[in-house]
């Protein structure tokens, strides 16, 4: 890769890495090279100056006081809510629910609306690409309710078998849970058209988004999906928050998840009356500065444009790709047409964690392991890959970096 291929000339993707603090660190002696951007991405300054301005100048609880502090605070939270909104293109801000991240979004879905909805003999369909964050609330929600778990099966290529999939749907799927793009092979899937064979069955459909929302503009209402889930830490945000967006009817006809404070209208020791969305799943203090980070991580990314990350993370996917491939004895796990900046790779005869751990004394943070997609490992016959994952902000001189400590790793391992 060479900045001529590109319309994004150095210098500015020299300024883009001056917002983001921690990348200017050296580690074991070395640049660190950031490569694990799937695991979590990093934080610009923009975010991380919104979290101590709130703490230091907003700090207080929200929708109870009549005070000054709370009031700042409210709109700040609510205004987060507004931002996510617009970020998926969802009808409301109601159709809006801050959870902590895209596992609690969909434990939140299984256990709600699942329950109310399965019947024994009733069928869920997933992919055979899912993060367990996808698999295992809805393997728990049919050993309860006596319904079964189907997989629809990909290729060698990491890619969906859609007529596998087509095949699976019939008169007993009540609900598919689909991921937008998988975090251990890259692969993105055209989930618009995926709901559509899902919605002729009258199905509910669920979209896990945590790796498409960095990478991708989403619009809900086009993908006619009735719930989408996403991480506030893997689109430069902050841990700890996410959204989970859900069309208001269903949400109004959905039980709470949890029961406490602020998702009631009135209790008394008869009965409570539960809060319209989006509070009646909001129960308790929600984390307000991760609400309000994640707002200003969503304006920071819209700053930046989809064009521009869209252009960059490719460049540096093909790059990495064609470095990678020099490589003797590698492995790439995953080639599906569609992808996003994410290479699962194994090195013949070194285990993933050993990898791992020689990259890291050049400065390189890679994944290794399962990535929490063990039926993806099990899939390819291997115990294990790693990962490296491109945001904007790397460079190809990471690319190299990363290259040349494979290149030593097969040394050290006399390969
Ligand atoms: N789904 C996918 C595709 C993911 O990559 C991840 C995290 O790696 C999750 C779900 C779980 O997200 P979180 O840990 O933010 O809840």
Same mark, same amino acid.
């Given at each position: 890769m060479t900045e001529r291929n590109s319309t994004i000339g150095k210098s500015t993707i020299g300024r883009i890495r001056q917002d983001f603090p921690i990348l200017h660190q050296k580690v074991r002696g070395k640049p660190l090279a950031y490569l694990d951007n799937a695991a979590t991405s990093q934080k610009p300054k923009q975010v991380i100056e919104a979290l101590s301005r709130y703490y230091g100048v907003e700090n207080s609880n929200i929708h109870r006081g009549v005070y000054y502090l709370s009031?700042?605070?409210?709109?700040?939270?609510?205004?987060?809510? &507004? %931002?996510?909104?617009?970020? *998926?293109?969802?009808?409301?801000?109601?159709? =809006?629910?801050?959870?902590?991240?895209?596992t609690e979004a969909i434990n939140l879905v299984a256990s709600s609306y699942g329950r109310l909805l399965l019947e024994p003999g009733d069928e869920v369909v997933?992919?055979?690409?899912?993060?367990?964050?996808?698999?295992?609330?809805?393997?728990?929600?049919?050993?309860?309710?006596?319904?079964?778990?189907?997989?629809?099966?990909?290729?060698?290529?990491?890619?969906?078998?859609?007529?596998?999939?087509?095949?699976?749907?019939?008169p007993r799927t009540k609900a598919v849970a689909l991921v937008h793009v998988s975090n251990?092979?890259?692969?993105?899937?055209? &989930? %618009?058209?995926?709901?559509? *064979?899902?919605?002729?069955?009258?199905?509910? =459909?669920?979209?896990?988004?945590?790796?498409?929302?960095?990478?991708?503009?989403?619009?809900?209402?086009d993908i006619g999906c009735d719930f989408y889930t996403i991480s506030g830490h893997k689109m430069y945000g902050p841990t700890g928050i996410g959204v989970l967006y859900g069309r208001l009817?269903?949400?109004?006809?959905?039980?709470?998840?949890q029961g406490g404070g602020e998702m009631i209208r009135s209790v008394t020791f008869e009965k409570t009356i539960y809060a319209p969305p989006p509070a009646k799943f909001e129960a308790g203090t929600p984390h307000i500065a991760g609400a309000i980070g994640m707002g200003v991580a969503i304006d920071y990314l819209q700053q930046l444009g989809w064009d521009f990350v869209h252009e960059r993370e490719e460049l540096l996917l093909r790059y990495a790709l064609e470095r990678l491939e020099t490589v003797p004895g590698i492995r790439i796990i995953g080639s599906a047409t569609s992808r996003a900046s994410v290479v699962s790779f194994t090195l013949d005869g070194i285990h993933a964690h050993d990898i791992g751990t020689i990259v890291d004394q050049e400065g390189v943070a890679i994944r290794t392991g399962h990535h929490c997609t063990q039926p993806v490992m099990d899939f390819f016959g291997v115990p294990a890959t790693a990962r490296a994952?491109?945001?904007?902000y790397n460079t190809a001189e990471e690319v190299d970096i990363l290259v040349n400590a494979l290149m030593e790793a097969r040394e050290v391992f006399g390969r």
């Open positions: 009031e700042q605070a409210t709109a700040a939270y609510e205004a987060a809510r &507004v %931002k996510a909104q617009r970020f *998926l293109n969802a009808g409301s801000p109601s159709e =809006v629910i801050f959870v902590r991240g895209t997933i992919s055979g690409m899912e993060h367990h964050s996808n698999i295992v609330p809805w393997q728990m929600l049919c050993e309860s309710v006596g319904a079964k778990l189907c997989v629809a099966p990909i290729d060698d290529s990491g890619s969906l078998i859609v007529s596998e999939y087509e095949k699976l749907l019939g251990s092979l890259g692969t993105i899937n055209d &989930v %618009k058209y995926l709901v559509g *064979l899902a919605k002729k069955k009258s199905a509910v =459909v669920l979209i896990d988004g945590a790796q498409a929302a960095p990478h991708m503009p989403i619009d809900v209402q009817e269903l949400l109004e006809a959905m039980p709470p998840y994952s491109f945001a904007f």
